[in-house]
Structure formats: structure tokens, C-alpha cells
């Protein structure tokens, strides 16, 4: 098996790399996001922009032509899930996601929501957040290793009918591993430089290592947003990857 996914999520995507626009405000997203192109990510918008700015800015970045991640990761009764995944495919998202410990039948729910719309957006479950270690899952009566836990929920997910998951790239070899190439694998956690990480994720890697254990897909926010040069380093990243696809 090739650990190297970056051809199952093709849709003509040439990028793995997922910008998160953590920005508080609609003014300052539109000045980052002129200087990108749609050619060189993808767009996460979550639940600190969306509640700012609400659909409005989702349809205006989908007109520019970006693929947008609604990143709000749904947690409810079955219903409530599955009206706000088709509200979503509504505005034209290509990816949204829900908690996985939701269960499965808001996961079925959701899936079978979205299975006949025209525009049919990728759904993915949220298992372990990356800023959790193992001592705080055993806090909320959760005594697993995280590694453990993501495999047993995203083997729920893939059950359940989800596109994939959200994980942290140090699960994505032994996910890919149990759970097939076409399964996504969309990994936050992605870090420039792991030595030196002062912020509040936990399980981490740098873009070349995630790619190389099979993510599908890197969520990236301030290593892009704060960089002096955020094309350069897009245009680095999907050097990589595409260096990884050939040499596989």
C-alpha cells in the first residue's frame, strides 16, 4: 500500500494544504486572501469567523473560486446535524465536518442528508483534537491513548458513511493503514518547525512528514497567515508534495 494519498482527494486539487483564516473580521480575511490564488490552497473558515461574519463571506470566497472547509464540526440530535450539513452544501462548501463522539446515528443522519444534493460537499468527523493529550482525555473519563481512540472513531466514521476524517498527522499512517487509500485524512497539527512550538497544539508535524504518512490534506493557519511570505511558502509545501507523489 502506498502511504502517499495525495491522488485519492483529486477533484482537480493541486494542493494538500488547507489554509485556516483565523482572522476576526471580514476587512482583514479579504486583505490576507487577495494575495492567494485558488490554485494554491484551500480555504477553512470556523467557528470564530463564521459567527462574525456568517454565510456572507463562505459564498464570497466560494465566487473567487476557493474550495471552503466549513470547519463548525456539528454536535447535536440526529436532525439538527443533518438540516445544517444541507444548509451547508446549501451555500456551495466543498468540505464540513461533525464530532465523531456525536455518534452514529447523527453521522448517518448527515450522510444521508447530503447523498442527493446537487452539490454535494465532503464529510468528515472530527475525532481526537490535536491540542488533547492523553492525560486530558483520561480528565473526561476517556482512559484510551489518543491513537487508540482516533482508530476505533474513525473506523465509526468510515462505517457511518463520512468521506473521512480529521486527525493528527501522527495518526495518519496507522489510519491509513486500517482504513484504505480513498479514505481522507485531513490533518491540523501542521507545523513549519516542531522543536519550537509554543502554541496550543500538541500532536504534530511539519508538512513533509504529515504528507509522507498518508495525510490527504493539511490544515495550516498561522505558519501560513503570519509568514512573511505566505505564497512562497504555498508554493514550497506543494513543491513537496508533488516531489513525494513522483518519488513514490
Not at 474550495?67 to 440526529?78: A, E, G, N, R, S
Not at 453521522?107 to 465532503?122: F, G
Request: glycine fraction near 6%.
Amino acid at each position: 500500500m502506498n502511504p502517499l494519498i495525495l491522488d485519492a482527494p483529486s477533484e482537480n486539487t493541486p494542493t494538500p494544504v488547507i489554509v485556516a483564516l483565523d482572522f476576526a473580521n471580514e476587512n482583514e480575511t479579504l486583505h490576507f486572501v487577495r494575495q492567494l490564488d485558488p490554485s494554491l490552497c484551500q480555504l477553512k473558515i470556523g467557528k470564530e469567523l463564521f459567527t462574525a461574519t456568517g454565510r456572507h463571506l463562505v459564498e464570497k470566497l466560494i465566487h473567487q473560486g476557493f474550495k471552503v472547509f466549513l470547519d463548525l464540526k456539528y454536535h447535536d440530535i440526529p436532525n439538527t446535524v443533518a438540516q445544517a450539513c444541507k444548509v451547508a452544501a446549501d451555500m456551495g462548501v466543498w468540505l464540513v465536518d461533525m464530532h465523531v463522539s456525536g455518534g452514529r446515528r447523527m453521522m448517518e443522519a448527515a450522510a444521508e442528508a447530503l447523498a442527493q444534493h446537487t452539490h454535494r460537499p465532503k464529510l468528515i468527523g472530527v475525532t481526537v483534537l490535536t491540542s488533547m493529550s492523553e492525560s486530558d482525555l483520561a480528565e473526561i473519563g476517556l482512559p484510551e491513548n489518543p491513537q487508540d481512540l482516533v482508530l476505533k472513531w474513525a473506523k465509526l466514521a468510515q462505517n457511518s458513511g463520512l468521506d473521512g476524517v480529521v486527525c493528527s498527522a501522527q495518526e495518519s499512517a496507522l489510519l491509513r493503514q486500517n482504513l484504505g487509500d480513498d479514505f481522507w485524512l485531513v490533518t491540523p497539527g501542521i507545523r513549519l518547525d516542531t522543536a519550537h512550538n509554543a502554541d496550543d497544539q500538541r500532536r504534530i508535524m511539519t508538512p513533509k512528514q504529515a504528507l509522507a504518512a498518508g495525510s490527504s490534506y493539511l490544515v495550516m493557519g498561522r505558519p501560513i497567515t503570519q509568514a512573511d511570505n505566505p505564497v512562497a511558502l504555498l508554493r514550497e509545501i506543494n513543491q513537496q508534495a508533488a516531489s513525494l507523489v513522483q518519488a513514490a
